[in-house]
T-cell receptor, first 116, second 115 residues
Framework: AQSVSQHNHHVILSEAASLELGCNYS??????LFWYVQYPGQHLQLLLK??????LVKGIKGFEAEFIKSKFSFNLRKPSVQWSDTAEYFC??????????????FGQGTTLQVKP | KAGVTQTPRYLIKTRGQQVTLSCSPI?????VSWYQQTPGQGLQFLFE???????NKGNFPGRFSGRQFSNSRSEMNVSTLELGDSALYLC??????????????FGDGTRLSIL
């Protein structure tokens, strides 16, 4: 079965530190990739997405992610985190193909705590 | 533009009862997906509806069902509730069609507690 793995369950950083959250998926076919963020008390919001083209994608709030096809990875990065980045981050994959419409497969999530 | 609206926000039910949750997608979005979020299992796909038809289904028992109306609003029903059904139920909408590269936009969810 297809799955998505997020290696870090809980990350604690100080403000201005750099962030990298790992995400790997297990599927040999073509995928579309997403990172979502859930701030405390808010709904899931799309941070960034990758469909095709440049494997380095930029999202909102200074986040970026790099798709490495050979490693089945889509890691999220931010050069300098802020206290307001404290949230839960979810990596998600949707498999290409008409039989997979609407079916996001999520990782378990990573809780990021940024200390002021 | 209004976001995805889910009602009610909170529900408390007892075992054996049934429950109906509602989701209004973003205007113009025709695809609605439902997810169950629990601490142990994370976010799991329940089903997806497009143009009043279920196009995709996850690995949940038949007690979980849904439907979509002509205005794209969707309802999810859970019958014979079990303690393990306690969860946050999320609805997400997207433009739809046969493309899988359209991002889904999520609602705030309905928190269902089973006593």
């Amino acid at each position: 079965a297809q799955s998505v793995s997020q290696h870090n369950h809980h990350v604690i950083l100080s403000e201005a530190a750099s962030l990298e959250l790992g995400c790997n998926y297990s599927y040999g076919g073509t995928v579309n990739l997403f990172w979502y963020v859930q701030y405390p008390g808010q709904h899931l919001q799309l941070l960034l997405k990758y469909f095709s083209g440049d494997p380095l994608v930029k999202g909102i709030k200074g986040f970026e992610a790099e798709f490495i096809k050979s490693k089945f990875s889509f890691n999220l990065r931010k050069p300098s985190v802020q206290w307001s980045d404290t949230a839960e981050y979810f990596c998600a994959v949707i498999l290409r193909g008409s039989s997979n419409t609407g079916k996001l497969i999520f990782g378990q999530g990573t809780t990021l705590q940024v200390k002021p | 533009k209004a976001g995805v609206t889910q009602t009610p926000r909170y529900l408390i039910k007892t075992r054996g009862q049934q429950v109906t949750l509602s989701c209004s997608p973003i205007s113009g979005h025709r695809s609605v997906s439902w997810y169950q979020q629990t601490p142990g299992q994370g976010l799991q796909f329940l089903f997806e509806y497009f143009s009043e038809t279920q196009r995709n289904k996850g690995n949940f028992p038949g007690r979980f069902s849904g439907r979509q109306f002509s205005n794209s609003r969707s309802e999810m029903n859970v019958s014979t509730l079990e303690l393990g059904d306690s969860a946050l139920y999320l609805c997400a909408s997207s433009l739809g069609g046969w493309q899988t590269n359209q991002p889904q936009h999520f609602g705030d969810g309905t928190r269902l507690s089973i006593l």
